[in-house]
């Protein structure tokens, strides 16, 4: 066995071994795989930003240069117009677009000196990122000289405008001081500056209407041909000179004009080749992301091979780890049901083992509590005796019960609903623990309210064990005071349970492991016996009866456990008016057949019907089949667990019989699921079950309850105050 269990250790610690290394394993590929999938997430970002910065600048650099042209198309046209008619408005729109065409060119040339400042960390010897710059400044000059010529021509036209030499002095009429007195005056017409020089016709001559003399006419005639001489020949060199400085204007001014076109052009050519040099920068630019996108992609495909690669070895690890799970998980499972088996059968030998020391320890309880009722017998000693015997004898069959009841409860246990008086039942559970709070100098105090109805209707064996419990750790666990039981049906229609006692209390850290199975407050240094099962037991059952169970404790103050199981609406009990208080007091003319197959037991049922003539015993079933043939049984009181044939078989038999049908059977048994067990298989019931151990009044009362009814079983009875 110490090798078997060597082996097992020594094989747990490999395993162990072998999942820590493949654990290991799996979350060191897992993180290398992380770190390669960020670095490709990084590099694909730091890409995909560096093309979609390219692609704006390619965008914006269009719309840039789109906006430049029309621009300068715009003051082209302008300056057109304005050198045909020498319009001022077309002037000033030619010069407010040589504005604007200057500062879309600063804005551009700023622009290029942010992204210049950004592709420091792209740069690359083969692209010169500074060579558009220096473009960008000769276009704004060659702007500036735009400029600058238009202001020129401005100033020259507006100077040759206003030049004093094309003022000529307007000659309305020619006459003499001396004739202008005494003869008419003679009106000359002459046409302006300008049509005198492109239309040389003759000035238009007008006389007065009077009629003048011959003499006076040729005079007259003589006197304006003169002057007319002399002022054709002064406007001729008149003309002549203003000839000279027209050319000489047209001249410059075509030159100025020339001037600002070859500037417009080149200016224009600027633009574009700037435009296309942009353009071969950023088609260059492209070529080289391309290529570093191509060599991120070569990268990446190894990084993806390697990540594939990790993801393989992973998968195979997770493989490898589910197959040996599942195979560790299933030698787990066999080591399990094994285990299971096996505590199923040490169980099962257990419960057989303590069903058979159950059954004389039952015996003995009841035949130590037949002696203690009859204490005028004795000396005080041997009270004592007596009490100490019975107080040991019932915490064994309590041990003996828990243990029992755990293998109900791991078998998944019903619920056996029936009407009690948990007046009595609680009763009658102190006054069976009262001697052994009485040795550890502990009161027992309960409150009832008798005003209250009583009867209710739940599994009464269960509601038994769980009080039972809850006092018999109050006991225990408590070196003196008082031990106070309260039991009540409140509004909701739960039952409630409270048990407090002043003993040590449970500590903190214990807390929330006092309901574990084999539990015990102290397992070095135990306060009394007992095997840690009450607790554990006592909370399936509340929660097999759909209740709840808490607590409050304080160390060394004591503690409190509060119960309440869910009911229906309990009933009043009916008024004894048969005045049947122990089994004596039962009517002398019935007749009693006690069947059971330890001798000990009958003994201990035969002591209570000495009062009575007819009384019967037998050993088993089919004896007592014997017996009836001959003597007429009103009451059989059977065990169950009998050779030859079994208290149940003996039922059916009996039912079977029309000359028994009078005949009430009362079941023995310490197991109450057993005999509800063996009621279902025949299918039929007993009148009534009496569970060992049990005392003179508890027989009396099984007794009462199946000769008569005691109870109210239905709410068509009138319920009593």
Known sequence: MQQEDK?????????????????????????????????????????????????????????????????????????????????????????????????????LRKVREVEEIVDQKYRSDSIDYSRLLPMYIDLAANIDSLMQSARTLDEFHRTAINNSMFNLPQENSIANSDLSRSTPSVIINRKPLLQRIFQPKPDTLTLGSDLLSQDTRNMLHQSFSRIRSESDARAQGKLDEIKLQLTD???????????NFTLLHKTNQQIRFVYDQRIKFQREKSDQELNVLLANTDTFKWQIIVSLTFVFIVICILVYYQFFTNYYEQ??????IYASKLAEQKTDILAEITHEIRTPINSMIGIVDLLRSRNDLYQPKDILLLETAYSNITATSKTINDILNLSKIDKH??????????????????????????????????????????????????????????????????????????????????????????????????????????????????????????????????????????FQSRANQGTTFTVEIPIPRP????????????????????????VDDNALNLLYLKQFFLLHEQVYTATNGLEALNLMETKAVDVIVTDINMPVMTGDELLVKVRQNPAYERVKIIATSSDNEQVKKQEGIRRMKFDGILIKPFNEKKLTEVILKTLYPIFEDSDEIQQEG
């Open 331 to 336: 030698m787990l499972m066999d080591e399990k």
């Open 249 to 259: 204007l047209r001249q410059k001014e075509r030159l100025m004009l020339a001037d």
């Open 571 to 594: 009933k009043f009990r009916r008024k004894n008016t048969l005045n049947i208080h122990q089994v004596r007091d039962l009517p002398k003319n019935l007749s009693w057949l006690i």
């Open 413 to 550: 246990d019903t619920i056996e609903p029936n009407h009690f008086d948990f007046h009595d039942m609680l009763l009658e559970i102190l006054d069976n623990y009262r001697n052994q709070a009485s040795l550890k100098k502990i009161t027992l105090n309960h409150s009832l309210d008798e005003s209250k109805p009583t009867i209710i209707f739940t599994d009464e064996l269960k509601v038994r064990q769980v009080v039972s419990n809850l006092v018999s750790n109050a006991i225990k666990y408590s070196s003196q005071g008082t031990v106070t039981t309260k039991m009540y049906v409140n509004n909701h229609s739960n039952l409630v349970i409270k048990v407090s006692d002043e003993g040590n209390g449970i500590p903190e850290n214990l807390k929330k492991n006092i309901f574990k199975k084999y539990y015990t407050e102290n397992k070095t240094n135990k306060v009394e016996g007992g095997v840690g099962l009450g607790l554990y037991i006592t909370k399936n059952i509340v929660t097999l009866l759909k209740g709840k169970i808490s």
């Open 7 to 107: 082996y097992l250790v020594d094989r747990t610690k490999r395993n162990k071994s072998i999942r820590n290394i493949l654990l290991l394993s799996t979350i060191g590929l897992f993180v290398a795989f992380l770190i390669f999938f960020i670095s490709s997430f990084i590099q694909y970002r730091s890409i995909q930003s560096r093309i979609e910065r390219i692609y704006s600048s390619i965008n914006t650099d269009q719309t840039s240069f789109v906006t430049l042209l029309t621009k300068f198309n715009d003051a082209e046209n302008h300056f057109r117009q304005y050198s045909l008619n020498y319009d001022s408005t077309d002037f000033l729109e030619y010069n407010k677009n040589l504005m604007l065409l200057r500062a879309s060119v600063d804005s």
